[in-house]
Nanobody
Framework: QVQLVESGGGLVQPGGSLRLSCAAS????????MAWYRQAPGEERELVAR???????SYADSVKGRFTISRDNAKNTVYLQMNSLQPGDTAVYYC??????WGQGTQVTVSS
């Protein structure tokens, strides 16, 4: 079992940046897949970015070139660097690990 705690959300103006962190309660070294999802009001939860233990990454088309996922196995933490944020990125962002574990979510609001 693993507990995930997200942080780093907040209110940012369009064009701004935020870095989300996901701290795991135990080592993520052997967890093959870690990911970030998001859910906007009235919408289904969608995959934003995924990273495998070897470092391979994949992204939703809507965030390619703007978001970067990374993992620090020594710190048991996964990050999501979000640049050039747009109002359409407003959502609750959730951290996910293989075996079906979710964090509680962190709100990201992009607005002027």
């Amino acid at each position: 079992q693993v507990q995930l705690v997200e942080s780093g959300g907040g209110l940012v103006q369009p064009g701004g940046s935020l870095r989300l962190s996901c701290a795991a309660s135990r080592s993520i070294f052997n967890i093959n897949v870690m990911a970030w999802y998001r859910q906007a009001p009235g919408e289904e939860r969608e995959l934003v970015a995924r990273i495998r233990s070897g470092g391979t990454t994949s992204y939703a088309d809507s965030v390619k070139g703007r978001f970067t996922i990374s993992r620090d196995n020594a710190k048991n933490t996964v990050y999501l660097q979000m640049n050039s944020l747009q109002p359409g990125d407003t959502a609750v962002y959730y951290c996910y690990s293989a075996y079906g574990y979710w964090g509680q979510g962190t709100q990201v609001t992009v607005s002027s």
